[in-house]
């Protein structure tokens, strides 16, 4: 489905978020998977095509699992960073960026907490970004704090798994099952969260906490939530506004009104 091809219904959907958009000042964005679908990365949940249906998440996303057997964690996260090293920002990503600057050139505050470790947030251009599981270009020493992390771009990796010039293993900078968020990243994200007057839940099964609790913390402080995903989730009952549409139509839309309004 492409913008011009858009239901009369999803377009005054997006209407009716764009006028109440206008009125807000502090805007908070969640993302997670789906949000990429439309740029070539498989999602986790969905039946037939998400990761979990051909992968064991507890082998693969899990410090148990990496202690167990690093390599062959490390090669699907190799394979992971081959797919993303071809995987471009969509219409989804873009909207996010340019809206972003709308708001801010008003004054006001955007934020995208993304759960997404893939950067494309930053290729499209969105510059407060909360990256609340890590991201998958960068590493750090295993059992090194966060603050270690740093940038390793080879791709594909020429050893698995990769070591620092010390000879100290490395793991991929991002959050397992069971692990601690970076304590920052969660303070700042329910911060945002608590304060938004308009938060978006867009392209997340809302399913994997605490990122999950975000848009319900932000209705129950009084923000207006509007969630945009194909199928339904624990959220959508809860949801000021729902949009049934792929990430990458509904965002465009909403955009189009705001501008087409001058906003
Ligand atoms: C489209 C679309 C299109 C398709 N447009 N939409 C209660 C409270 C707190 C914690 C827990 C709790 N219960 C259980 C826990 C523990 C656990 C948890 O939440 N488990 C659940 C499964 C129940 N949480 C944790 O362990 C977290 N740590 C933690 O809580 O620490 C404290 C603690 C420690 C010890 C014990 C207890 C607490 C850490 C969670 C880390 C998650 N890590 C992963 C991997 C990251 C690295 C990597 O990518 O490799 O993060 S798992 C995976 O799930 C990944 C994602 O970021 C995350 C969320 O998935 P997401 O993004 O929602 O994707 P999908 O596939 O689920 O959904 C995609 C959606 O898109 C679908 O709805 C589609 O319909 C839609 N879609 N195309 C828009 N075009």
Redesign the pocket.
């Known amino acids: 489905m492409d913008t011009n091809n858009a239901s009369a219904a999803l377009r005054e959907l997006a209407r009716q978020v764009a006028d109440k958009a206008r009125e807000c000042r502090k805007i908070a964005v969640l993302t ?4 990429s ?2 740029s070539g990365i498989p ?4 039946a037939q095509t ?1 990761l979990w249906e051909r992968y064991d ?1 507890v082998m693969l ?1 899990s410090v148990d699992g990496f202690r167990a057997d690093p390599a062959n964690v490390w090669k699907w ?1 190799d394979e ?1 960073r081959q797919t993303m090293s071809k995987s471009r920002p969509n219409p ?1 990503h873009e909207a996010l960026a340019t809206w972003e600057k709308l708001v801010k050139g008003q004054g006001g505050a955007f934020t995208v907490i993304t ?3 893939d950067n494309l947030h930053r290729q499209a251009g969105s510059e407060s970004i909360i990256e609340m ?2 991201n ?1 270009w960068y590493v750090r020493p295993v059992d090194a704090p966060f603050n270690e992390a740093f940038l390793l771009d080879e791709c594909p990796l020429v050893e698995i798994p990769p070591r620092d010039e010390r000879g100290r293993m490395l793991r ?1 900078h ?8 970076d304590p920052d990243n969660l303070e700042a994200a329910f911060s945002l969260a608590v304060q938004a007057e308009l938060f978006l839940s ?12 975000l848009p319900f913390e932000a209705k129950r402080r009084g923000a207006v939530v509007v969630e ?4 339904e ?1 624990e959220l959508t009952r809860f949801a000021d506004f729902s949009l049934a ?4 139509v509904a965002l465009p839309l909403i955009l189009d009104q705001l501008r087409a309004d001058g906003a």
Request: hydrophobic share 40%.
């Open positions: 997670g998977a789906g949000v679908a439309e999602t986790f949940r969905e998400g998440p996303a996260y992971r989804g759960q997404n470790i599981h890590g998958i991929p991002v959050v397992w099952f069971g692990e601690m968020l867009i392209g997340t099964s809302t399913a994997v906490y605490p990122a999950a609790a945009i995903n194909p199928h989730t549409a792929p990430s990458g």
